[in-house]
């Protein structure tokens, strides 16, 4: 895929303090500043340089809100959650819809690029996944939560591609594992009993159960492994951020 896409960048907040945020020093995680930009500028930035032609910011705050006008990108305010806010944005966007998140400080166009290409042509959603080896292959010691298949363990990568207008019925789903996120056996037990048994007797991979809750969803959805493990790591903590300085550092030097 060489054509131009639209982008969504997720930069709300649940509220009250972000500990990555105080630990920057910074009122929103957004708004720290890596290699003299914001991360929301750097995930701009390779959004833009992958092919996006039109950006816009899910924001609850005036400060993110003010740097995403400054950018010149198409500001939304943030809904109760990341689902309803993607609903807004394929709303105002239309599809094909890439959606990510301004804490996404590594994020590089090679990857979008990659994972655009590898999105099969019939898939209405598709999510970018990344498998523990490929990622601690290029971030040794890195601390990520994995989800365990008969295929291997896999992290998330925030990357994620709403291709038709049938994808919104993705974010259905998406709110259901929202409001049950503190209630696992919820989330489990959407998976239908077979399918909860080939997981628990370790014969479900990864690959079929993301086919599987599409088909729950009534669309095709498709998990697609990427082979940039550095793809996974975002900054959800403050340990996380003090690995992409080293990283970002090591590259640096390198360079």
Same mark, same amino acid.
């Given at each position: ?166 994808? +919104? $019925?993705?974010?259905?789903?998406? =709110?259901? *594992?929202?409001? /049950? ?6 989330? %489990? !037990?959407? &998976? ?31 998990? +697609? $492994?990427?082979?940039?493990?550095? =793809?996974? *790591?975002?900054? /959800? ?6 690995? %992409? !300085?080293? &990283? ?8």
């Amino acid at each position: 895929m060489s054509e131009g896409f639209s982008a969504l960048i997720l930069a709300g907040s649940r509220g009250g303090v972000d500990p990555v945020a105080g630990y920057a020093g910074v009122s929103h995680k957004a708004l720290i500043v890596l290699e003299g930009e914001t991360l929301l500028a750097r995930v701009a930035r390779a959004l833009r340089d992958a092919g996006a032609t039109r950006i816009a910011v899910s924001v609850s705050d005036d400060a993110v809100r003010a740097e995403a006008t400054a950018l010149g990108l198409t500001v939304l305010t943030a809904a109760n959650g990341p689902s309803l806010s993607v609903r807004e944005g394929i709303a105002a966007l239309g599809t094909p819809l890439m959606v990510t998140t301004a804490d996404h400080a590594l994020l590089h166009p090679d990857w979008v690029r990659r994972f655009r290409a590898d999105a099969p042509p019939r898939a209405d959603v598709a999510v970018l996944l990344a498998r523990r080896d490929v990622i601690e292959r290029a971030a040794p010691g890195t601390k990520r939560t994995y989800l365990r298949f008969a295929d291997g363990a896999w992290s998330g990568c925030n990357l994620f591609q709403f291709a038709t207008p049938r994808s +919104i $019925a993705a974010l259905d789903l998406w =709110a259901q *594992v929202e409001a /049950d996120r503190k209630r696992p056996w919820r989330i %489990v !037990r959407r &998976l239908g009993v077979g399918t909860l048994l080939r997981y628990l007797s370790g014969r479900l991979t990864l690959v079929d159960a993301v086919a599987h809750l599409g088909r729950m969803a009534g669309l095709n959805a498709a998990a +697609i $492994a990427t082979p940039y493990g550095l =793809a996974a *790591v975002d900054v /959800d903590k403050p340990g996380d951020l003090d690995l %992409v !300085r080293t &990283l970002l550092a090591e590259q640096r030097a390198v360079h």
